[in-house]
């Protein structure tokens, strides 16, 4: 694995360190495409691996001066380290043709580290802020991967493997955050914007041209985004202490939740061209969806306090509404068979 253990991380545990590697001959794909894979999806599963943060493992990386390592096997390679402030760390792999690996880091205690392998990848991590980790990986052709930390304390992670997929990830407010995108397929998007404290983000993306947009503006939300299949949209809003669990399986399933105080959400959609829409105000509201066939269509509207509202629908074209104001209201729908629909308002 790369440059050392990866035991002791537990799901939503705090970020540990691990080595690093000090040459591209310690990676674990060993200049293989075909074996990064294997890497991101089994040594580095995000439900055992919480973090891969770049660690100054030598104690000289600890001391007051800057270090900068540029690793470079193939043709046209570019990579540029800017470093100010103390004790900043970077690394930058390359291996193929025409990658390009771009490090700024400013403020003090920040660690990079930038792993190219293939060709046309492309790789810019800025962390303006203060004992920061970031980790960009890439396999395959013309990835891209842009990371934006500001702050401090933040950790920040995007594993990509196949052709022409993107990521965006920018951290900024208090700090505190922690995110972790994988992707393997192509032309996949996600964008991901943490600003407030201690917020968490993870989305997985397996297939191609599924699109992520995931924005946490507060406090301690934590939400967990996962794509398998194809054109799945999926966009999360959360302020303050909010909870969303996502996945969606299939083609065309498309997500958009939208929280306020202390609420839940758990989504599952299996199929095709299934449809959730979540927006719950108010505090510790909880909303549950389960979906299986094929243009089903969920609507959910929560506001006021504790309310819960249960979704569950299998077949096709079935469509269920739940609509609640007011406090501790409880809705519950299950729908099996085709063309069926529910509606129901509490107030």
Known sequence: MVGGEAAGYVAHAAPQQVCIPQSSADWLWEQDVNHYPEWSYTMF????????LISAAAANAM???????????????????????????????QDG????????QAGSDNRSGVYQSGNLNTAAVSQNSVNSDSTVAQSGIAN?????????????????????????VTHG??????????????????????????????????????????????NNNLSDVSQNGNDNVATVSQKDTGIVNADQIGTGNELLVTQGDLA????????????????QKGSGNYANVDQYGQSNNTDITQSGTDN???????GVSNMAVAMQSGVGDLASIIQAGSNNMATVTQK
Not at 154 to 163: H, R
């Open 45 to 52: 599963n995000k439900k055992t691996l919480l973090a891969l």
């Open 63 to 93: 001391a007051a001066s800057s270090e900068a390592y540029v690793d470079q096997d193939g043709n046209n390679q570019q990579a540029t380290v800017t470093q100010k402030g103390d004790t900043q760390f970077a690394l930058v792999f």
């Open 97 to 104: 043709e025409g990658n390009i690996g771009t490090t700024y």
């Open 144 to 168: 891209n991967a842009e990371i934006k930390q500001v702050a401090a304390n933040n950790a920040s992670l995007v594993f990509q493997t196949g052709e022409a997929n993107n990521a965006e």
């Open 173 to 218: 407010g208090g700090g505190g955050h922690y995110s972790l995108v994988t992707q393997n397929g192509i032309s996949n998007d996600a964008t991901l914007k943490q600003g407030g404290n201690g917020n968490w983000s993870y989305i997985t993306q397996a297939g191609n041209d599924n699109k992520a947009n995931v924005g946490q503006y507060g």
């Open 264 to 279: 839940v959400a758990d989504i599952l959609q299996t199929g095709d061209f299934n449809d959730v829409e979540i927006e």
């Open 308 to 314: 819960d509202a249960y979704i569950v629908q299998s």
